[in-house]
């Protein structure tokens, strides 16, 4: 069949159970995972391969920081900087303790 121009081939839009449905199913029950998983996932990824742990954090950094920027600022000016970011990753519930590693160098003094 030829459709008139301005004509829609499905006049009555898309159906419950479309392509948009299943994919806002899928991100609420991955978002629920992650929420009960991520943690530790992160964590076993951090232990088990810290490159692609690497990967994925720089990833996540935008595209146009600039670390250059950074430079030229105070150190009064980073360290407020960091406390407002350490705040709000608290404030979303990020775990910011360092891990305790055993010492490395077995020599005894």
Sequence with gaps: MVWKKGQ????????????????????HKLAH??????????????????????KVVAALVPKDYNINQEADKTFDELLSQTRLLTAEL???????TVPQQPPTDKHVN
């Design 8 to 27: 829609s081939g499905n006049p009555g839009g898309q159906a419950k159970g479309t392509k948009q449905n299943i994919n806002a199913d899928f991100l």
């Design 33 to 54: 995972d992650f929420k009960v998983n991520g943690k530790a996932a992160i964590e076993k990824m951090r232990k088990d391969d810290n490159t692609q742990y690497v």
């Design 90 to 96: 608290e404030r979303r519930g990020v775990d910011l």
